[in-house]
């Protein structure tokens, strides 16, 4: 089984900046494709970016694209989140995902493996 271990999450200002981590812990197995999502109270899961398992190509929603960039290390088992220009409306928890492509894990249904979610707050 595929264990997604995250990382990075908390507290921070708006207009700052925080990275989230993920880590596969199956470190031979390096063809999934990896993403993020969101979720905030009371509101559905939220796609936020996804890239593919070679780290080539990459989605981000319309509301975090310019501000968040997604990117893979060179081993393919870890993906990162760098979030910048932080806004209150970022606040949620923020959730590790992996799949068969990075087209298809826009879509929560086509996701395979979840990570435990962290919590990230944007405050003003």
């Known amino acids: 089984q595929v264990e997604l271990i995250e990382s990075g999450g908390g507290l921070v200002q708006a207009g700052g900046s925080l990275r989230l981590s993920c880590g596969n812990s199956?470190?031979?197995?390096?063809?999934?494709?990896m993403g993020w999502f969101r979720q905030a109270p009371g509101k559905e899961r939220e796609f936020v970016g996804s890239?593919?398992?070679?780290?080539?190509?990459?989605y981000y929603s319309d509301s975090v694209k310019g501000r968040f960039t997604i990117s893979r290390d060179n081993a393919k088992t870890t993906v990162y989140l760098q979030m910048n220009s932080l806004k209150p409306e970022d606040t949620a928890v923020y959730y590790c995902?992996?799949?068969?492509?990075?087209?298809?894990?826009?879509?929560?249904?086509?996701?395979?493996?979840w990570g435990q979610g962290t919590q990230v707050t944007v405050s003003s």
């Open positions: 199956e470190r031979t197995r390096s063809g999934l494709a």
């Open positions: 890239v593919s398992w070679d780290g080539t190509t990459t």
């Open positions: 995902a992996a799949g068969r492509s990075s087209s298809s894990i826009r879509n929560a249904n086509y996701v395979n493996y």
